[in-house]
C-alpha cells in the first residue's frame, strides 16, 4: 500500500486543521493505522492510532481531547483531525499502516510498515 500525507500548512494557535492519508493499492480498513509527527531536532513520537477491525483508538496525552483520528473506508482516507492547536504541535505528520493481522494500536514506529511522506504543520503563536 501506498500512503499520502495532505493538509499540513500555516495555522494560528487555537485554530484547526484536518490532515488526510490517502491510501493506494490497498484500503485503510486492512490496517491499524497511525499518525505520528517529528518536530525539528526531535524524535518522531506517536500521536495517534485506531486498529482495523474494532475501530479503536489510541491518542498520545498531549493530543487526547483536541485531535481526532477517524478512517474512510470507501475514500481509502484516515483523517486526524486537529482542534485547539497549539506551537508544540508544530511537526512534520506521518501516517503509517500496520500490516498486522492482529486488531491493535501501535505506539512505536517500528510496528508499522508504510509510511506516507509527511506533511507539515505550523502553529503560530
Known amino acids: 500500500v501506498q500512503l499520502q500525507a495532505s493538509g499540513g500548512g500555516p495555522v494560528q494557535t487555537g485554530g484547526s486543521l484536518r490532515l488526510s492519508c490517502a491510501a493506494s493499492g490497498g484500503n485503510v480498513i486492512d490496517y491499524n493505522m497511525g499518525w505520528f509527527r517529528q518536530a525539528p531536532g526531535k524524535e518522531r513520537e506517536f500521536v495517534a492510532a485506531v486498529d482495523r477491525f474494532r475501530g479503536r483508538t489510541h491518542y498520545s496525552d498531549s493530543v487526547r481531547d483536541r485531535f481526532t483520528i477517524s478512517g474512510d473506508r470507501y475514500r481509502k482516507i484516515v483523517y486526524l483531525q486537529m482542534n485547539s492547536l497549539e506551537p508544540e504541535d508544530t511537526a512534520v505528520y506521518y501516517c503509517?499502516?500496520?500490516?498486522?493481522?492482529?486488531?491493535?494500536?501501535?505506539?512505536?514506529?517500528?510496528?508499522?510498515?508504510?509510511w506516507g511522506q509527511g506533511t507539515l504543520v505550523t502553529v503560530s503563536s
Open positions: 503509517a499502516a500496520d500490516r498486522s493481522s492482529v486488531a491493535r494500536t501501535p505506539t512505536v514506529p517500528d510496528a508499522y510498515d508504510y
